[in-house]
T-cell receptor, first 118, second 111 residues
Framework: GAVVSQHPSWVICKSGTSVKIECRSL??????MFWYRQFPKQSLMLMAT?????????EQGVEKDKFLINHASLTLSTLTVTSAHPEDSSFYIC??????????????FGPGTRLTVL | GNSVTQMEGPVTLSEEAFLTINCTYT??????LFWYVQYPGEGLQLLLK?????DKGSNKGFEATYRKETTSFHLEKGSVQVSDSAVYFC??????????FGGGTRLMVKP
């Protein structure tokens, strides 16, 4: 149980285009979903926290107009990278927290999406 | 604020060697502590966790003990295998459900 999927797993796009990444909790309802960015050989950087039905909370330094997050249901959150540029190339990972919240709740991670912007 | 510090890698070991990856943290209150593992090209998988002082998390031969007096959560395994080669992240969760990650430690196990 507690499986999180991401789609696509790998995407290449041209500079200036927008890319949408989906994150789904397959067998549970996720109160909260998180979006991380990981540069090669580095740790995960939290970009934003997404709660179903409300606006996402972005971390300092993350452009909310650049990285649009929508959490339309308890099982789906999307990250749209708008007007992508080569510096946006990265590994994007989402995670989902079981309904109920609280520090004891485990986050379940998706397999990641590798974005390459040409 | 919260922070997690891990030993820098890469750590290179021969198969069946003993593994220790150090992790120390800074946090107020009583955080939960986690070790995650990331295999090449994949997302993170929870390896083990501990939610209070002196708890020992264990899984797949790995173990870590929550030491509040030294604010540490070192990861250990008695005999590593080639298949353990991956990046290991120490993390904490404090007041809410946001994780703070360490920088990650790459483990390479040679046959």
């Amino acid at each position: 149980g507690a499986v999180v999927s991401q789609h696509p797993s790998w995407v290449i796009c041209k500079s200036g285009t927008s890319v949408k990444i989906e994150c789904r909790s397959l067998d549970f309802q996720a109160t909260t979903m998180f979006w991380y960015r990981q540069f090669p050989k580095q740790s995960l950087m939290l970009m934003a926290t997404s709660n179903e039905g409300s606006k996402a909370t972005y971390e300092q330094g993350v452009e909310k107009d650049k990285f649009l997050i929508n959490h339309a249901s308890l099982t789906l959150s999307t990250l749209t990278v708008t007007s992508a540029h080569p510096e946006d190339s990265s590994f994007y990972i989402c995670s989902a927290s079981l309904r109920g919240g609280g520090r004891l709740d485990e986050q379940f991670f998706g397999p990641g999406t590798r974005l390459t912007v040409l | 604020g919260n922070s997690v510090t891990q030993m820098e890698g890469p750590v290179t070991l021969s198969e069946e060697a003993f593994l220790t990856i150090n992790c120390t943290y800074t946090a107020t209150g009583y955080p939960s502590l986690f070790w995650y593992v990331q295999y090449p090209g994949e997302g993170l998988q929870l390896l083990l966790k501990a939610t209070k002082a002196d708890d020992k998390g264990s899984n797949k031969g790995f173990e870590a003990t929550y030491r509040k007096e030294t604010t540490s959560f070192h990861l250990e395994k008695g005999s590593v295998q080639v298949s353990d080669s991956a990046v290991y992240f120490c993390a904490l969760n404090n007041a809410g459900n946001m994780l703070t990650f360490g920088g990650g430690t790459r483990l390479m196990v040679k046959p």
